[in-house]
Nanobody, 120 residues
Framework: QVQLVESGGGLVQPGGSLRLSCAAS????????MGWYRQAPGKQRELAAI???????NYADSVKGRFTISRDNAKKSVYLQMNSLKPEDTAVYYC??????????????WGQGTQVTVSS
């Protein structure tokens, strides 16, 4: 099994910044992609940003230019730097990882979620 533990959420004023972190552990052979998804109240979960093992990134249009995703392969970790935060960024943010376990089975894992609230 692969576990993901997130940290870094909280309350911030509009225009402020937060940095989310997520570390993977368990029976990991490889991590192909790591990403951040978010789910606002009453809405479906959506992709915020994703990064592949070679560093290729993709962002939702709503966060382009404000959010930056990065990863540390040695630490099996992914980060989301969020700047110029807006009230509409308020959501539970979930870390995601996909890859292969040591028994060669593929996995898709999710973190428990961390709340980000942007409000004055």
């Amino acid at each position: 099994q692969v576990q993901l533990v997130e940290s870094g959420g909280g309350l911030v004023q509009p225009g402020g910044s937060l940095r989310l972190s997520c570390a993977a552990s368990g029976s990991i052979l490889s991590i192909t992609t790591m990403g951040w998804y978010r789910q606002a109240p009453g809405k479906q979960r959506e992709l915020a940003a994703i990064i592949t093992s070679d560093g290729t990134t993709n962002y939702a249009d709503s966060v382009k230019g404000r959010f930056t995703i990065s990863r540390d392969n040695a630490k099996k970790s992914v980060y989301l730097q969020m700047n110029s935060l807006k009230p509409e960024d308020t959501a539970v943010y979930y870390c995601n990882a996909e890859g292969r376990q040591r028994d060669f089975r593929n996995y898709v894992s999710w973190g428990q979620g961390t709340q980000v609230t942007v409000s004055s």
